[in-house]
């Protein structure tokens, strides 16, 4: 059996990485910064720079506790250690009780500093100064935050640890420890990656995030990268008034039906391949009449009475890229975790067919 050492070392570094990089369910349970002080950093709704400012120290403050609690915490879990009597604490225990120290004081001369001239001193509160007119100062300019924030037509997504905001005239990045803020008039936005994961928690089907580099013409304004949903794309160029640029071999897929075609032409590409018969010719595809027809549909079902597919006697009319969007035409947009094992008729005979009964032709 492990020891009492042991079990809670254990238990302790779980609760420290879940309170650092809080997943949803210490969200749930209200064990987070933002929850536990939410009495003194006031509402992020009614005033977005004060609650950043303290919310961005508080959680600094929190953080460089956490080896504290730990040592503490060991004086219980291994109290023939002694660790209460720092002196007698054996080896390594010393030097890790004065790194323990030293990181909340250090945190707290760090907050001493931030909050002198009301928060002049803040990393957030320089950042808005280098925005700030040569007759006005950085609350002029936080002030301006706060009332597009409060607007209802705001441009917000992201998980908590990393936000993005984009309001008339401020594009945001709220991360943990700093919030990153840049001025549309000012930036050059630039689509650097597409990354496609196949597994998502909120849908079977496979999800693509853009990674935008937003550079500021200010040259006292760092440049920050923002990752977003690729669906949520569009509404972001919305609220945009520079336009953004893609790197060339980066493709954007802007919505559900995008991410399906290309599933679905992925998953007909490992069946098998349809022997076109010599004596028959391919014509142009009956959908766009651009493409050639290329795909056949082959019922390829084996099991007695699996599935509702029919074997289709149509000769090759389509192209993939037009069957594709026929089979997604035909799904329940509330329920995309469906479309992938669903059945849907031919569109010229009506045959029932699936994903597995559409063969591209050779």
């Keep these: 059996m492990d020891s009492p050492e042991v079990t809670f070392t254990l238990a302790y570094l779980v609760f420290a990485v879940c309170f650092v990089f809080t997943p949803n369910e210490f969200h749930s349970a209200g064990l987070t910064v933002q929850n536990l002080l939410s009495g003194w950093l006031g509402s992020e709704d009614a005033a977005f720079v004060p ?5 961005t120290t508080a ?37 890790f009780l004065l790194l323990a120290v030293i990181l909340p004081a250090a945190a707290c001369i760090l907050t001493r500093a931030w909050s002198q001239d009301h928060w002049a001193g803040h990393p957030l509160a320089r950042t808005l100064a280098h925005h700030a007119l040569p007759q ?7 002030s301006s935050i706060n009332t597009e924030f409060r ?26 420890y700093h919030v990153h803020v840049a001025q549309q008039q000012d930036v050059h936005l630039t689509v650097t990656e597409s990354r496609q994961h196949e597994l998502s928690p909120d849908s079977t089907l ?36 520079a336009p953004i640029r893609s790197a060339a071999h980066v493709v954007i897929h802007q919505s559900l039906s995008d991410l399906f075609l290309e599933t679905f032409a992925s998953l007909v590409e490992v069946n098998p391949a349809y022997s076109l018969p010599s004596s028959q010719e ?11 027809a290329a795909v056949k549909l082959v019922k390829m079902c084996q099991e007695p009475g699996a599935g509702q597919c029919q074997q289709c006697y149509c000769r090759p009319m389509w192209c993939l890229a037009c069957m594709g969007r026929w ?36």
């Design 51 to 55: 609650y950043h400012l303290r919310r």
């Design 59 to 95: 959680t600094m403050l929190c953080h460089s506790l956490l080896p504290l609690g730990y040592y503490v915490g060991m004086c219980f879990a291994a109290s023939e250690k002694q660790l209460y009597v720092p002196s007698q604490a054996p080896g390594i225990w010393k030097p």
């Design 136 to 142: 006005s100062g950085w609350r002029a300019v936080a």
């Design 151 to 176: 607007r209802v037509d705001k441009f917000a997504t992201g998980a908590p640890g990393a936000r993005v905001i984009v309001t008339d005239s401020w594009v945001m990045k709220v991360t943990t």
């Design 206 to 241: 496979p999800v693509q995030f853009l990674t935008i580099r937003v550079a500021s013409t200010n040259p006292h304004v760092e440049a920050f990268d923002i990752r977003l949903n690729s669906a949520e794309y569009g509404e972001l160029c919305e609220k945009l008034q």
């Design 282 to 292: 391919l014509e142009a595809c009956i959908g766009c009449m651009q493409a050639r």
């Design 327 to 362: 089979f997604a035409s035909r799904q329940d947009p509330q329920r995309p975790e469906t479309w992938l094992a669903s059945c849907v008729p031919c569109p010229t005979c009506r045959a029932r067919f699936c994903i597995l009964d559409v063969c591209t032709i050779r």
